[in-house]
């Protein structure tokens, strides 16, 4: 059993920040990629960032210079520092891990449960 806690949504104004984290947990061998999504109701769940095990980033274009993606490998958790926030940055955000299992194979994608951010104007 694995599993993604995420904690740190909330309101804010506009300009504001927050920072959001998420802890994976359980039969956990190795984590790969693991990387923030945010999705609004009735539309495709889309990528704001990602990191690589190696350190490596990647921000969708309406994030970049403002929100930052970082990770703690040894405790498996996972980081948004969002800067600057934007009203149209309101969604839930989901955090992602890409990983094995002890004693299964195949490499498997686990989501969290989501947290609300909402940026008041």
């Known amino acids: 059993q694995v599993q993604l806690v995420e904690s740190g949504g909330g309101l804010v104004q506009a300009g504001g920040s927050l920072r959001l984290s998420c802890a994976a947990s359980?039969?956990?061998?190795?984590?790969?990629?693991m990387g923030w999504y945010r999705q609004a109701p009735g539309k495709q769940r889309e990528l704001v960032a990602s990191?690589?095990?190696?350190?490596?980033?990647n921000y969708a274009d309406s994030v970049k210079d403002r929100f930052t993606i970082s990770r703690d490998n040894a405790n498996n958790t996972v980081y948004l520092q969002m800067n600057s926030l934007k009203p149209e940055d309101t969604d839930v955000y989901y955090c992602?891990?890409?990983?094995?299992?002890?004693?299964?194979?195949?490499?498997?994608?686990?989501w969290g449960q989501g947290t609300q951010v909402t940026v008041s104007s």
């Open positions: 992602s891990a890409d990983l094995t299992i002890l004693d299964r194979p195949g490499t498997y994608r686990y």
């Open positions: 990191i690589t095990s190696g350190g490596s980033t």
């Open positions: 359980g039969n956990i061998f190795r984590i790969f990629s």
